[in-house]
């Protein structure tokens, strides 16, 4: 058994499948794990959703912001956006499973054995991975209750961006969806801020800090994607960006946790 973490796929399917091809990915042993926009701006979201969907156990992802977003427009909490590509998938005949099986899907995945944590975006200053997992959850339980949609509809907003762990309702589910779908930087007061995107090598301002860069070194592998101008790069060891940017004509990459090392193949997405 081999385990492979994809980076965001966006809906590239015919890249996923070129990727899958070169590690020889063969589901009825390998595992493969995502770190979630598994859709959204990319040509193929249902094919791509249904071949995820039908790999059963040997596939686990946690949900990205594009993914969320998704699940938003189809309850109709927000309007379908041309650039989102999701018309097609919208009106697929077995869109209801698909969106049953999204729903499902966590916001978080670790492997304590192997000290592996996943989430789409990192985690913030103030959790741990297991406050992670555990904040998560609370979030993963409403998305499966019959007030989902309400909470997709109060996700949007980019405030409070500092956890308190008093919060309550749906501005602590907006943190942890936040935190852990949306971030890159952080402030020097732990704060997320949520609009810069370039590349700490570029210029930044001097209170934002890359969320991973208050993160103290342990023994849990951090995976993370959402983050497509890092190409990946974080200058740790322990925490792997897999987001280079597939969707913007950039390779999809994978991280295989046997031979531990990244594997990338070209986008073949037109
Ligand atoms: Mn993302």
């Not at 969106?99 to 000290?115: A, E, F, I, K, M």
Request: aromatic share 10%; charged share 20%.
């Amino acid at each position: 058994m081999s385990r492979y973490i994809v980076g965001d796929i966006h809906g590239c399917y015919t890249t996923l499948q070129s990727l899958l091809c070169t590690v020889g990915f063969n589901p009825s042993r390998d595992e493969l794990w995502a770190v979630g926009d598994l859709i959204g701006r990319g040509p193929d979201p249902l094919r791509t959703l249904t071949y995820l969907a039908n790999l059963d156990n040997a596939f686990q992802c946690t949900l990205g912001n594009h993914d969320l977003h998704f699940l938003a427009v189809y309850s109709g909490c927000q309007p379908i956006r041309a650039s989102h590509c999701t018309r097609e998938l919208l009106s697929a005949p077995n869109i209801s499973q698909l969106v049953g099986w999204l729903r499902h899907q966590p916001l978080t995945l670790s492997d304590n054995c192997n000290n592996l944590f996943v989430s789409h975006a990192g985690i913030p200053p103030a959790w741990n991975v297991h406050q992670a997992s555990e904040y998560a959850s609370e979030v993963e339980s409403i998305l499966l209750g019959s007030d989902w949609k309400q909470l997709l509809m109060h996700m949007y907003g980019d405030q409070p961006d500092k956890w308190c762990s008093s919060l309550l309702g749906y501005d602590r589910y907006r943190f942890i969806i936040n935190a852990l779908t949306r971030m890159r930087y952080c402030t020097t007061d732990g704060r997320l801020d949520l609009s810069w995107k370039e590349p700490p090598h570029l210029e930044v301002p001097a209170n934002l800090k890359p969320w991973y860069s208050f993160v103290p070194e342990s023994e849990t592998t951090l995976f993370f994607g959402h983050w497509a101008a890092l190409c990946g790069k974080t200058e740790r060891n322990d925490i792997i960006g897999l987001d280079t940017g597939c969707i913007w004509g950039g390779p999809l990459t994978l991280y295989d946790c046997d031979r531990q090392e990244k594997v990338s193949v070209p986008s073949l997405e037109s």
